[in-house]
């Protein structure tokens, strides 16, 4: 028997591969392998602590289960293959499709949990080596309205302040989301800072901890953001409590959105969001009157039909309240992803290139041209829906998919699993066999993130250095080193990288945000925050500050629309889909750590007790959920935390899949799909059974 | 006991190099961050990080964050026995020598933890300073080395030499060849004067004190244990970075011709900790569980056993907790100096 010392070796220096916080972590190494992990106690943001998932990186990344070599499929099986065997197979496949359909042909997707380097490779690789822009990420169903939405009113669509800024506001308004949950070390600076004395206002259907905690609750129902902000509005200009001299010098468009929020007086806002009129009052006073108030908003906002247009309407309160600009205010979207931030930044979009630079804009396909070696396509690409639906329609033919499980994560699983199915080649690069892995018809063993060097950008657009612990597993390794490498194979060699190093030093010649950022400079500041360049050599930790990315704020007047499906006799409860503490997006990785595995089932129905009764629910109660797409079969807990007539779902778990229910109907402007709300049908397996 | 004069404490690491492999708390290079690594000719003087704690205790050496316990071929077990190097640990401070005193005898039966911890010589360093959030003489863990607690006691002099308390006869062996002065005995009664001084100067622990006389006289109301169960988030850090956190779990790995059962470090702050397998669980409530770490923390009822309460002062889970409810901020709230 071998003998097993435990001696430490040494510890790498990191940042968490979880939520876009951006924790500083360090890696543990004990006889080559990864053992535990420590949080770093001088790491700006999260200053020594970590969150559940944090604390168990090493299962996520552990030996088992991993994909060591790649994998070809024969007659339903898989079998180990060469590098080489596996890179002729892809790119035949791709070359034939390109030659009877053209580049549009073959979708990219590219992976919010890998580095910058990795996410520009992809685009590159999509860009240069295939011609196509259909390259897309997981953004799309997160955080793409606030890329949209803002872009529109501010001119950019980040976080416009730091996660230090909690300490500094008075006023903390959480809007559509569970920071303690999803984003827990931020969230527990919420907590510092209520318990400092700051206020507290938190807007959510759910009654939230931080609900729980806070000076006001706004429990609105579910899909109705929109009316809520414009009643807001409508009180605040009743009393005379907008920033009037904000508002003149820095905002246009005012008496467009005047008129538009006076069609909303607090009686029909009361009745579309079901809050009183008096704590729509305290809540716009609360947030006109504070010195400092600091929004930050999540999936609450996005994940609508309506998710662009929530996200100006944020945007349209936080200009009027003149909460924008200064520290300690802002407009803050709360990241899913640890880098989904920057795949957005690096370009991984069907619509722009690196740095937000528009492909449509012959300028920056000239400089990219120039740079790249190669012409570039002129159209916007598909986004990842519209690549599953072309994928259907036959219209794309082979998709590569970089460490994404769409099969778990995305709307309608019974639509996504059609639409691969109909592919004739689907490559997956993932650490493990999640869903869509086992779909594949090649996969391709990635390197960990904890095996690699590469930079991960947070949500307050910190970019920060992550190094390797150890060597990859087996034959894995990092995504860009597998897309040069198949670049080659057909036929475009811009993509010979020596190391991330030199990936980044590329891509930031070309996107002015991250311009005046180098490895050396990063690992000397525990990262930098963008924009980085000349005129802001140190980084910039609050944007806006004297005038906006556009110029003036846009005001832009937008409409209450309910959610596309609503609660029926047929279908009589609303649903919504949520996210645990424990868990993070398909689970491939958290749901590796026996304690993390342990705390939840695999799969809950969260109902409130009214609801519960009426069904003769208890805790536990086996229940099927079934919506117009699909069913699941789960178990219920009962709880206070949802309201009555809307039932939740965590999407984690594959063996209850939320996605199965969720409805695919899209926000016009981004494709995003309505994952927060569509209308469902419970009822009591064990009631049946007797 | 044997004590010696010491004139560079360098030269005791370097003695002890030769005759072990020594792990001490060093910056991982390029960071200020403390941690225990291997001994190496880059690491600095053991002086040099004063007055901070390594993020980390002592304890995963003994007690590793993962361990396999035994594999399973489907016919016969067999046991995983570690088989460790001979180590010293050098530059252990009081309160995490108190908390491997505590975990000795926890672990008293545990074959795993015991093939370690025999393996294993301290060397521990008096602290000269209060550190930041440490209340080590509250709980009667520090500043200065108790007696019997480490192999070797190093205590540094006004005149920055040093004195080496030997307290067991294998610390007596590794100082053998160095052929130290015997110190004046009354040294040893300057040193008991100076730690009353340096604890004297720690700041104000009134409300840890208050706190530990309200939990054992059970006058915290189950209100305060909610409202701070509430800001509970079920991280696990506290019982992580805890010196004498000892609860586990074990689970069961596939591997080639059947299993392997690890063990890993468990924690009593998860809702899943002591749920039952109907789903029935006897601390349901966080608010419940918070309570039963502080009672773990402070209760007189453990005295008993351990000799000490199951708080060394380190102070480590005041700075990890993201939930502000580590040790201060929870003393502070139910004892009411808040």
């Known amino acids: 028997m071998d003998a097993t010392t435990h001696n430490i070796s040494k510890i790498t220096h990191s940042i968490c591969p979880f939520c876009g916080v951006g924790c500083g972590i360090g890696l543990r190494v004990e006889q080559g392998k990864i053992t535990g992990v420590e949080p770093l106690t001088h790491h700006p943001v999260s200053q020594g602590s970590l969150c559940a998932k944090g604390w168990s990186t090493a299962y996520a990344v552990d030996p088992i ?11 339903g099986e898989f079998r180990p293959a060469t590098w080489d065997e596996a890179y002729r197979v892809i790119s035949e496949a791709f070359s034939t499709a390109i030659s009877e359909k053209g580049p549009d042909a073959i979708g990219i997707i590219a992976c919010a949990r890998a580095t910058n380097e990795d996410c520009y490779a992809a685009q590159k690789f999509a860009r240069a080596a295939l011609r196509t822009n259909n390259v897309d990420h997981c953004a799309r169903i997160c955080h793409s309205p606030s890329v949209a939405g803002l872009q529109q009113t501010l001119g950019s669509g980040a976080m416009t302040n730091s996660i230090g800024d909690i300490e500094k506001a008075d006023l903390i308004v959480i809007f559509g989301c569970d920071p303690t ?26 009654l939230t901890r931080l609900a729980k905690m806070a000076d006001l609750h706004l429990q609105l129902k579910l899909g109705t953001n929109i009316a809520l902000i414009n009643g807001l509005l409508h009180i605040t200009f009743a009393n005379g409590w907008e920033a009037k001299e904000f ?35 305290s809540a716009a006073r609360m947030y006109t009157e504070a010195d400092r108030a600091m929004l930050s908003y999540g999936m609450g906002i996005t994940q609508y039909t309506t998710g662009t247009n929530n996200v100006i309407s944020i945007s349209n309160l936080a200009l009027v309240a003149g909460q924008i600009g200064r520290e300690g205010t802002g407009i803050n979207p709360l990241r899913g992803q640890n880098n989904v931030q920057g795949a957005c930044d690096m370009g991984a979009l069907p619509n722009v290139f690196p740095g937000y630079q528009e492909v449509e804009e012959p300028a920056n396909r000239e400089k990219f041209a120039a740079s790249w070696q190669q012409q ?31 099969v778990v994560t995305d709307p309608d699983q019974n639509h ?14 993932e650490l493990v066999m ?43 390794k990092p995504d860009w080193q597998i897309l040069g490498e198949l670049a080659n194979h057909l036929g475009y060699s811009g993509m010979n990288w020596k190391s991330s190093e030199a990936i980044f030093d590329e891509l930031a010649r070309l996107s002015p945000i991250y311009q005046g950022m180098s490895y050396p400079k990063l690992a000397a500041n525990y990262g930098l925050q963008w924009p980085c360049n000349d005129q802001a050599p140190g980084g910039t930790a609050l944007l806006h500050s004297k005038e906006f990315s556009r110029g003036k704020g846009r005001l832009i007047p937008v409409n209450h629309a309910d959610p596309a499906e609503m609660p029926d006799e047929e279908y009589p409860l609303f649903f919504t889909t949520t996210r645990l503490h424990f868990h993070y997006g398909c689970g491939s990785m958290t749901r590796k750590s026996p304690l993390l595995e342990r705390e939840t089932p695999n799969g809950v129905l969260f109902i409130n007790a009214k609801d519960a009764e009426t069904l003769a629910i208890g805790p536990q109660t086996r229940v099927r959920v079934i919506s117009r797409r699909g069913e699941v079969e789960t178990r219920a807990i009962v709880t206070d935390e949802v309201p009555p007539g809307t039932v939740a779902m965590p999407y984690h778990f594959k063996e209850a899949p939320s996605n199965r ?14 994952l927060k709300a569509c209308a469902v049908r419970v009822i009591n397996l064990e009631n049946e059974a007797t | 006991m044997k004590v010696f004069i010491l004139e560079d404490i360098e030269q005791l690491r370097d003695h002890l190099a030769t005759q072990r492999q020594v792990f001490t708390p060093q910056h991982t290079e390029g960071s200020t961050e403390l941690d225990w690594l291997p001994l190496t000719h880059k690491t600095k003087s053991i002086t040099s990080a004063w007055p901070v704690l390594p993020t980390y205790p002592a304890k995963q050496f003994f007690f590793p964050d993962r361990e396999i316990l035994f594999q399973f071929d489907g016919h016969a077990f067999e046991e995983v026995l570690p088989e460790v190097e001979l180590q010293i640990l050098f530059g252990v401070r009081s309160c995490d020598l108190c908390a ?41 863990a520090g500043p200065f080395i108790r007696d019997g607690l480490a192999d070797l006691a190093c205590h540094q002099r006004e005149d920055e030499s040093w004195l080496v308390l030997a307290h067991t006869p294998e610390g007596a062996a590794l100082i053998q060849g160095l052929n130290l002065q015997t110190a004046d005995p009354n040294l040893i009664t300057q040193r008991s004067t100076e730690e009353s001084q340096i604890a004297a100067g720690f700041p104000s622990a009134v409300h840890i004190e208050a706190g530990i006389q309200r939990i054992n006289q059970a006058q915290v109301p189950a209100e305060t244990w909610q409202s701070m169960g509430l800001q509970c988030l079920a991280c696990s850090g506290c019982t992580n970075l805890c010196p004498t956190c000892s609860c586990f779990t074990s689970y069961d790995r596939p591997i080639a011709d059947g299993i392997e059962r690890e063990r890993c470090w468990d924690s009593c702050l998860y809702d899943a900790f002591q749920r039952e397998a109907s789903s029935h669980n006897p601390s349901a409530d966080a608010g419940q569980r918070v309570e039963r770490f502080w009672f773990h923390k402070f209760s007189d009822a453990y005295v008993k056993t351990f000799d000490r309460y199951g708080c060394t002062g380190c102070g480590r889970c005041e700075k990890t907790c993201p939930g502000v409810i580590g040790v201060h901020s929870v003393m502070k709230r139910i004892s009411g100096t808040l």
């Open chain 1, 376 to 406: 570039l396509p002129e159209h916007k690409g598909l986004t990842s829906l519209g690549m599953t639906k072309g994928a259907l329609a036959g219209e794309v033919r082979c998709m590569m998919i970089m460490g994404e499980d769409p």
């Open chain 1, 181 to 206: 949950e999803n984003h827990t070390v931020l969230g527990g600076r919420i907590i510092q800072a209520k318990l400092a004395g700051a206020k507290l206002l938190v807007v959510d259907p759910r």
């Open chain 1, 247 to 281: 508002l003149n010098s820095r905002c246009e468009n005012e008496e467009a959105l005047r008129a538009k929020v006076a069609e909303y007086p607090p009686e029909k806002v009361t009745a579309i969001t079901g809050i009183p009129e008096e704590k729509l009052i």
């Open chain 2, 100 to 140: 491997i005193a505590y975990q000795d005898q926890f672990f008293q039966q545990d074959p795993y933890y015991q093939a370690r911890r025999k393996a294993t010589l301290l060397v521990g360093i008096d602290c000269k300073q209060p550190c930041e959030g440490g209340f080590c003489p509250t709980v009667n």
């Open chain 1, 65 to 75: 289960d991993r994909i060591k070599t790649p994998l070809i499929k024969e007659n």
């Open chain 1, 416 to 429: 996504v699993r059609r639409a691969l199915e109909a592919l004739d080649l689907l490559v997956v690069v």
């Open chain 1, 434 to 476: 999640t869903e869509t892995a086992s779909m594949a018809d090649v996969i391709l063993p990635a390197a960990a993130f904890s095996e690699k060097s590469g930079t991960f950008t947070n949500c307050e657009r910190r970019v920060q250095l992550i190094q390797p612990a150890i060597p990859p597993l087996g034959e894995a």
């Open chain 1, 661 to 674: 229910l969720t409805n695919n109907a899209q926000d016009p402007v981004t494709k995003m799909p309505e």
